[in-house]
């Protein structure tokens, strides 16, 4: 029986579940949106409330263009300038490091050449779906109308950093995305009162944005919700398979107030927790947390026309209709240290040098957490153990690619054939 979009939460969590899903960020809501659709019971798992975590803070791109790894992209040739710098676009707090020297070691082993055209291609195929199952989720949800198609500009403050970049453009020639590079005129007619040190920019038509990234989150939900998906509060702690082997296997999800649910299937879409969960199964998946810092001005602050890219400082520019949010960077430093907002206030002082006469009062500060794996590609398949299935690593691409990681999922789900090929997404590649 179909649920109604003013059903409310289930005050107790369920003893049972078809379908349930840890983790209600918008890898997790495009998932359940689109299993629920199909007829399927689905129950959403998550400790705080829908798409209130990372997926509520987020640039609000669909950068459907961005398909070079974070090691392919000059990161690791900037790193020691980058470090030095503790409030530039890269910080790692010393006290960090042995713990994540292991993945940096990954990381590094993933900008070697002969992974780069791997990488790519698998991206490129991932961007495709996910603008083509974006397109239909938010017709199937009457949320078009959040979608902004004015493209982005990324920009550059020298003729040497221009000619770094190259490259990357070249290799997105070969997957067919459109761009064109701009200097004078043309360059200021695309964001007027822009710094006169940025000499030259590159406008990507395809790259599109949202009005405001929780509030299309809250919207698939409402979607999700009338096709029956249901919404439990609760934090998941432990998960396991359960029965014998002459009975047809299902997972315990234990909550940490003692609560149990036992699921035919469990779809493991936590964010940056998800590795924890992953290796109560055996599964060690090398994922990592980007903390990205950001500060959201009232929408009068300046006038954006379209996503401004900052990338030599490793920070956008969005304008929402909730505000105008000037942050990005990366702080690779887990899931406990306290936030430091000094990150989020560096960003927001360049942001007044480079757009002369923008006003800096009145913003709401933000840290959420990335999760990233070494190769920038997510975990999109079957764990080890039967009936659980893997969905998270997305790193700065989670609201890019969820339409498409729920599309994927929903068909393992249902015994289809993927519409890409999933081995470079594979839980066990590692």
Known sequence: MHGRADMPDTPIP????????????????????????????????????????????????????????????GMLRKLPSWLADPLGPLSIPPSYLPTLAPWLWRFWRAGSPSRYESALSAQAALMKLAEAEWARLMDASGTRHMLRENGS??????????????????????????YRHVAGRELSDLQPGLS????????????????????????????????????????????????????????ELRFNDGGICIAREVIVAAGAWSHHLAARLGDQIPLETERGY????????????????????????????????????VELAGLDRPANY??????????????????????????????????????IGRSSSPNVLYAFGHGHLGLTQAAATGRLIADLVLGKTASIDLSPFSPQRF
Request: hydrophobic share 40%; with cysteine; charged share 20%.
């Open 294 to 329: 950001n500060t959201t001005l009232p929408p009068t602050a300046f006038s954006v026309e379209r996503q401004l890219i900052f990338s030599g400082h490793g920070f956008v520019v969005t304008p929402l209709d909730t505000g105008l949010r000037i942050g990005g960077a």
């Open 153 to 178: 500009l990324e920009l550059y403050e020298s003729e040497a950093e221009f000619q770094a970049s190259l490259a990357g453009w070249a290799a997105r020639d070969r997957h067919g995305i459109g």
């Open 342 to 379: 000094a990150r989020s206030r560096a960003m927001l002082e360049k942001a007044r040098r480079f757009l002369p006469g923008l006003d800096a009062t009145g913003g709401r500060e933000w840290m959420g957490f990335r999760p990233s794996l070494p190769d920038s590609l997510p975990v």
């Open 196 to 251: 006169a040190q940025f000499v030259k920019g590159t406008f990507v038509p395809q790259w599109k944005t949202v009005s405001d990234p929780k509030v299309l989150g809250k919207a698939i939900w409402n979607h999700a919700k009338t096709n029956g998906a249901r919404f439990h509060r609760g934090a998941i702690d432990q998960i396991r398979p359960v029965g014998t082997d002459r009975d047809e296997k299902r997972i």
């Open 14 to 73: 369920p003893a049972t579940a078809d379908i349930a899903i840890v983790g209600a960020g918008i890898i997790g809501i495009c998932t359940a949106a689109l299993l629920a659709k199909t007829g399927r019971s689905v129950t959403v798992f998550d400790r705080t409330g829908i798409c209130e975590e990372t997926s509520s803070g987020n640039a609000a791109a669909f950068a459907f263009s961005d398909v070079l790894p974070l090691s392919h992209k």
